[in-house]
């Protein structure tokens, strides 16, 4: 319920399915749009820019993507958190800053933070999350 202009957002989660599915962490969420932070079990990321349209369907905008060999693969646990400070958006991967960059498009102010769990062709999609951490950065 509540709305967060700089927040630290950590998770730690269990792949318990056989599949390749993300993790995301979400901040900023608000009307005008939000940050998401997709993290694949399959060592990949991105960082997306997402709005609701006015048919009520989702558009995604690409900011950056990369791979990370700190992400453990398979049935493992890690830990994810990410930054979004000012016009700055920092994703860390099993502790490690993995990805920084700086905002100059969007410029949300504040919003709401929230975190899912997506697979886009395998089923089914287990992950546990063990805890979630909501602090100031």
Known sequence: ???YSSVRLDVRVNNRGSNNNNVSLI???SDAGWFEF???NNGL???LYGQIRPDNTVAYTPIADGGSNKI???LQENEYGIVCQDNT???YINGTETRRLEDKKYLLPEGKVGISVSSFRDVPVIVDFYWVKISQP
Do not use: N, S, V
């Open 89 to 91: 958006l920092i994703l």
């Open 27 to 29: 901040c900023r969420k």
């Open 72 to 74: 453990k693969p398979g």
């Open 38 to 40: 997709d993290i694949a």
């Open 1 to 3: 319920p509540f709305t």
């Open 45 to 47: 990321y991105e960082i």
